[in-house]
């Protein structure tokens, strides 16, 4: 056992660094930023000592365990303040960074991509239990505060007036911020929007915030999407590389003119209590050619519920309720035969010998999404072990009643947002 651990450590990098030197000064052009991983070999918050693989695999799902948390918490009620997760401590979620400019000269941030998230913030100078990382607002010429009783200031969660000016809280996974709303210029790629809102946060606590911020890709009022209608027509789209990747860079394409012409979409789903999220509608899965049979409830989008299919870019691993995992793990499970079945952390079904199941398939109306093997199995960096890279949903409240496709299985594929056709697009792209 002590051989497979460490054969396992460093899952998502370590094997990548000792194969190759990346190119860490690729720059952005046109409206396509470079999406890289906060683990990546170019990335400033990578471990300083590489994770055992228990640390990995423990730190990966305790992630993904608060990151539920927080978007089921986010339905009830329409609430935009959820409770702080108890536990081990999160660190940065999510995972994938861009790089921002932001102010006159501008300042440079990586800044974390959130799909399901509307409002930009980004640590100030001054703030208190920020890193060391920060914006400074005095040395930017286009700097200014949003004043109470702006439109904005109603768009923002738990929004106060002191004084003259604009502020709001809000807790993000393990942790709680309070921030000002302000105004400044803002530079992705090559592309420079003024007078863009975002928060300037004043103080943190917990480990959950983005280092260097958060750059929210919703659709609500605050977003990215929302700020730039008219620049990007509220379209855009990402390729996120396989962890396997030596540079672990991806891509994101913001607007309608650099997108794929040819490629499969379903309808996206609204829901009035989270405007934000992209709900579709997943109405089977199969394991390698054969449909899973799955109770159609499992699946059921309700708005009053939160009950449905999201794609989400910081959760790491797919979680399905119950009935589903369920029903996917025991057919693959069933086309392996007699091959011993066993555990690694909280991944139940994991195999030493070769996986014979060549695809899982989520199934979308217009849209069918063909998983490989790098897409769906978790394997040791010798290969000797592989493990279903799912997890069910925990049976607690609204938790339960929520699926999320996550990064690991959209990993080397082009998701395309388009909100004014009200669609969501999957191809296959070699990324990394």
């Known amino acids: 056992m002590a051989t497979l651990l460490f054969s396992l450590a460093t899952l998502f990098f370590t ?31 990578r471990p300083k000592t590489p994770l055992s693989w228990e640390a990995t695999l423990l730190k990966m799902q305790a992630s993904d365990k608060a990151r539920l948390q927080y978007l089921s918490n986010l339905l009830v009620a329409g609430r935009s303040i959820v409770p702080i997760a108890s536990g081990r401590a999160i660190t940065q979620n999510p ?35 920020c ?9 930017s010429a286009t700097f200014k505060p949003v004043a109470c009783g702006a439109p904005q200031c ?31 210029n803002i530079t992705l790629a090559t592309d420079s929007v003024a007078g863009y809102t975002f928060g300037c946060i004043q103080t ?42 030596a540079n672990f860079s991806g891509s994101l394409r913001l607007g309608p003119n650099s997108q794929p012409k040819r490629i499969r979409t379903t309808p996206l789903l609204k829901n009035p209590r989270r405007s934000s999220f992209y709900y579709v509608n997943l109405v089977g899965i199969k394991v390698g050619r054969r449909g899973v049979n799955i109770p159609p409830s499992a699946f059921a989008f309700d708005p009053n519920t939160g009950a449905g299919t999201v ?40 195999y030493t010998v070769p996986v014979t199941v060549p695809t899982i398939t989520f199934m979308f109306p ?11 199995l978790i394997r040791s960096s010798a290969g000797s072990t592989s493990c279903l890279a799912m997890a069910a949903a925990p049976d607690n409240g609204v938790n339960s009643v929520l699926n999320v496709i996550a990064t690991f299985q959209q990993q080397n594929h082009r998701v395309l947002i388009d909100v004014p056709n009200s669609r969501l697009g999957v191809a296959r792209e070699p990324c990394s």
């Open 366 to 376: 217009g849209l069918n999404m063909s998983l490989p093997q790098d897409n769906f």
């Open 95 to 129: 995972t994938y960074i861009v790089r921002a400019k932001i102010g006159t000269p501008a300042q440079t941030l990586l800044m974390a991509v959130d799909t399901s998230n509307d409002a930009a913030w980004v640590p100030c100078t001054g703030c208190v239990g």
């Open 15 to 45: 094997l990548a660094q000792a194969l190759h030197t990346p190119n860490c000064n690729v720059p952005d052009q046109g409206s396509t930023l470079q999406v890289i991983h906060v683990n990546s070999p170019c990335s400033p918050f």
């Open 154 to 184: 109603n768009q923002v969660p738990n929004p106060s007036c002191g004084g003259t000016t604009c502020g709001f809280n809000l807790t993000y996974g393990g942790s709680a911020i309070s921030a000002g709303l302000v105004q400044d």
């Open 204 to 245: 943190a606590t917990g480990t959950s915030v983005p280092a260097q911020g958060l750059l929210g890709l919703g659709r609500g009022p605050l977003s990215l999407l929302s700020q730039t209608s008219s620049l990007y027509q509220s379209t855009f789209s990402y390729c996120l590389p396989s962890y396997k990747s």
């Open 131 to 139: 890193s060391a990382t920060a914006f400074n607002p005095s040395n």
């Open 311 to 350: 794609f989400d870019s910081g959760t790491v691993f797919t979680i399905l309720v119950k009935p589903a995992y369920t029903a996917v793990r025991d057919e693959l499970r069933r086309q392996m035969g007699n091959a011993t079945v066993s555990s690694l952390g909280g991944f139940d079904t994991c």
